[in-house]
């Protein structure tokens, strides 16, 4: 049949009063409804009487009135014979409904304009939509708030998606940002983990908690935790990886390890010194030997004292360590402190000389004991680890806004090697090794003059001495 057969056939008015989903309205060219369908009054619950001959921008909320929408969607249908809008129309009960639109513009025999505006309810859709995109931005929240390290990868092992820890880690390299080769290629104890993901996509089996050292894209070593599960999306698998970094954990445990080794195998000297002495007491005891007795008796005090003196530098380094460490700041003369420090050095080691340089005719503000423990240690280290010179030199320079101490010797100096680490809680170079001490004095120098908003330093050259410094400002802007 020819198309121009189907020309009697009403079209239009079957649409317009047959259809049930789509609604529509005739609108005149200043925006004045004409006329509504049977489905625009069933979904919208405007009846003709409630609608027609009102302006159609009744049909917008106030806001998109306020913006020109109704305005602009017939000026431009006007201009142009079409228009779609994707908006809110409010309904009889004043509720807002999603809705699609299309406008087209039609003219009859005798010219004259009118708008067919044909409404789709797609309100169940969009609020779908809109909670989908409510329900990613909430885990997208929870995924970027975890602090762990959480990667998706696919079954090529690229990855798909990953959280702000990854890209942290990442820092500045790209190409880690796109792959995790830096991770997948680390060879585990079977294996590369590149193979062992391969396996587990095949097998559908995850693993949780594993242990790895791995080298990360900026080239440090970190320990991982790390836990793996299977994700079946349709017909695709993907890698559910999580990376909990315990790297400071394990430094933790193995310095726990080492101090308690460390104690342990410090106080046994003095523990079995002592032991050794009251032995040796009884007997002297029992054979009524006084003048041995009391050398022995002698000996155990010592060992008692070198015992006390390393429990009250382990317990003042684990105060220091946790961040524990008040200071008493007063105003006191600077050179009778520092005549104090030498004179009690001095009396301990009466062979030695301590030559005092510079002036220190003038008052500071910090926590006197705690810089004459400085000053001391500085000084007994000089002399312990001399070498045979007797002479120590105590240098004092200032200017408007801080005082140095210096402490030089001429002894067994410090090999560039040990020298940064001179500082470091439990260090001791191999030639101190076989000197007293435990490693903690200079480190609690450190903490004592760092709580003042100071710096210490050294500088030494093997057997030829070394020069340890300290700096603190001369006003009271310390730490408390």
Known sequence: MPVNSYDNLDYFHALFRNTQENSVLLIQPDGIIAAVNTAFSG???????????????????????????????IKKTLKTGQSNDNNYLVNKNGEKIWVSGESILMKNEEGQKMILKIIQNIHKQKSSEISVRELNAFNENILESISDIVVVLDEEMNIIKANKAYLLLCNNNEEAKKNMSWFLNHEGPDQALYNTFKKLLKLERGFTKKEAEIETPDRSKKIFEISCQILQIGDKKNILLVMHDVTVYKELQTEREDIIGFITHELRNPLSNLMLSNDLMKDAANNNEISFLKEMLDRSEKNVQRMDTMISSL??????????????????????????????????????????????NFYISADRTRIIQVITNFLSNAIKYSNGANEVELIISRDPKSVTISVKDKGLGISKDHLPYVFERFFRTEKARKIEGIGLGLYLCRQIIRSHHGTVGAESEENKGSTFYFTIPLTADHRS
Do not use: C, R, W
């Open 43 to 73: 979904n919208f619950g405007y009846t003709n009487q409630d609608i027609v001959g009102k302006h159609s921008n009744i049909l917008f909320t106030e806001e998109d009135q306020k913006k020109g929408l109704p305005e602009a969607e």
């Open 315 to 360: 317990y003042e380094s684990s105060k220091v360590h946790s961040g524990y460490f008040p200071l008493d700041i007063s105003e006191f003369h600077f050179g009778g402190m520092v005549n104090e420090a030498i004179e009690t050095i001095g009396a301990l080691h009466p062979t030695f000389k301590i030559i005092k340089e510079g002036d220190d």
